[in-house]
């Protein structure tokens, strides 16, 4: 079978070896439930081009993550976060600054040569990306909480609708990860929907420690893969025990 | 005839002769008056032509451009004979355009809300104080009114803004767009009760010909004439002469 890569063994091994080509798959859990370390883990294995979208993370953070567990660092960074920052954050700030100290006709000179780049819509940017990757490719958005918080639901979701035809049509793969339990349950089902693959990191506490468990929630047509598999996180990353 | 009361305000003299004569020296000092008309009546030349005769009286002017982009205002009123390219170097007469004010302040929303409206007004005042600005325009507020809204929003938006200037002692033209044929002074209708004086351009058509007019409405602190005026662009600026009754064919 046309199979790829999870880069956990063990969890390969409980699919049959990966998920299909074409696959977009989803990672939620709760904060601190190890989804971005899940996703890095994603983009350390497979043959295809690695492009990792992040809106949370320094680039020097992922490198780093990446090169603490000896994975791959060939890997096609995009920073949704610090363009977001240099956009609209830092904007923001400014106008608090106007807003709060007055305005001078020096600053409202100056806006003419900086106001030439407009507001940029990151959704269009992330789907404008993707659609340039020569296929087949293996993408990360880390994660889809940021365009949830930014844009309509409805928005993203015709976005990731366009991402995940893509990656189905060129036999890519796509990772995105989402907190749980954050937005609208209506919200959540539409994505859950739309993915194919879904995985929750879940843990329960049992005396003076964390249990964790790589909850296979969906596999499209195998409904006999979903199941609980008990894992740990340490030097080689995560692992099924 | 009623002696007219003339001596007890100081006047900013507009510079335009036929104006100045009809306002008994000038406007008011510190006064907001309400520049209306309909398209193509010559608002936005006879402002900036207020503005140029108080920047070479050394007076400094300010023209906050809302729908017009300033550089190519600039271009319009360079043929002007008594136009000096000086007095923009030298500070006298500055142009800036108001969406880049919002831009900077974060007011991207179409309507802007109480607080905001706030700060404009601050904003435009701390400008007004920055530059020592005697003379301003806003050309238009009707454009600013757009982001207001409800007559409400505009009326305070319009009265603290007279207010502010009247207290930094600057006297102003507030240009407002009227729809041709409208019976009203401002397209709001909130904005012409505020105002210390209201100046009525229009375009009045006689024997085939489209006359431009000014008529001098309402203007507090002085006596003033009423009767419509004949107003002509020429390269020397504003020429107005009183509309002849005799021999009209009407309209």
Not at chain 1, 116 to 139: C, D, M, Q, W
Not at chain 1, 173 to 198: C, F, N, P, W, Y
Not at chain 2, 183 to 204: H, K, P, Q, R, T
Request: charge should be neutral; proline fraction near 3%; glycine fraction near 8%.
């Amino acid at each position: 079978m046309n199979l790829t890569s999870m880069g956990i063994p063990a969890l390969n091994d409980h699919l049959g070896g990966g998920v299909l080509k074409g696959s977009t798959v989803l990672v939620v859990g709760g904060p601190g439930s190890g989804a971005e370390f899940f996703a890095k883990q994603f983009a350390s294995t497979g043959q295809e081009p690695v492009t990792y979208f992040t809106s949370t993370e320094r680039d020097e953070d992922v490198m780093s993550i990446m090169r603490e567990h000896g994975w791959r660092t060939d890997i096609n960074i995009v920073n949704i976060g610090t363009k977001y920052y240099e956009n609209v954050l830092a904007k923001k700030l400014e106008i608090s600054k106007f807003r709060q100290e007055g305005i001078t006709l020096q600053d409202i000179r100056r806006i003419k040569d900086k106001d030439a780049g407009k507001e940029e819509n990151f959704l269009t940017f992330l789907a404008y990306e993707i659609s340039k990757i020569t296929p087949p490719f293996r993408v990360v958005i880390n994660s889809l909480d940021f365009f949830l918080e930014n844009y309509d639901s409805s928005e993203v979701l015709m976005a990731m609708r366009t991402i995940k035809a893509h990656t189905q049509h060129s036999e890519s793969v796509t990772l995105m990860t989402m907190l749980k339990g954050v937005h609208e349950s209506r919200i959540q089902s539409s994505i859950e929907d739309l993915a194919d693959v879904i995985f929750e990191l879940d843990r329960e506490k049992i005396g003076q420690e964390f249990k964790k468990y790589i909850v296979v929630q969906k596999v499209r047509n195998r409904p006999g893969l979903v199941g609980i598999l008990p894992c740990t996180f340490d030097q080689t990353g995560i692992r099924t025990c | 005839m009623m002696e007219p009361r003339t001596g007890d305000r100081v006047r900013c003299a507009t510079g335009i002769d036929g104006l100045d004569t009809i306002l008994y020296g000038g406007i008011p000092t510190d006064n907001t008056v309400i520049l209306t008309g309909s398209c193509g009546t010559g608002k936005t030349s006879l402002a900036l032509e207020f503005l140029i005769h108080g920047a070479l009286n050394n007076e400094n002017s300010l023209f906050i451009s809302v729908t017009e982009n300033s550089e190519k205002l600039l271009a319009n009123i360079i043929p002007y004979r008594f136009f000096d390219k000086d007095l923009l170097k030298s500070g006298k007469l500055v142009f800036v355009d108001l969406p880049a004010m919002y831009d900077r302040l974060g007011m991207t929303k179409a309507e802007l809300s109480m607080e905001e409206i706030d700060l404009l007004v601050a904003s435009i005042s701390s400008l007004v104080r920055e530059l020592n600005t005697k003379r301003l325009v806003i050309d238009s507020i009707t454009s600013v009114c757009y982001k207001l809204k409800t007559p409400e929003k505009i009326r305070d938006f319009v009265l603290k803004l007279s207010k502010a200037l009247s207290d930094l002692r600057c006297t102003s033209i507030l240009v407002s767009e009227v729809a041709p044929h409208s019976n009203a002074y401002s397209l709001f209708g909130v904005e012409e009760a505020i105002a210390d004086g209201i100046m009525l351009m229009s375009n009045l058509e006689r024997r085939g010909d489209l006359l431009r007019t000014l008529q001098v409405i309402k203007m507090r602190g002085t006596m003033h004439s009423r009767a419509k005026y004949v107003l002509d662009l020429t390269p020397v600026g504003v020429l107005l002469v009183p509309l002849l009754k005799g021999g009209s064919a009407g309209t």
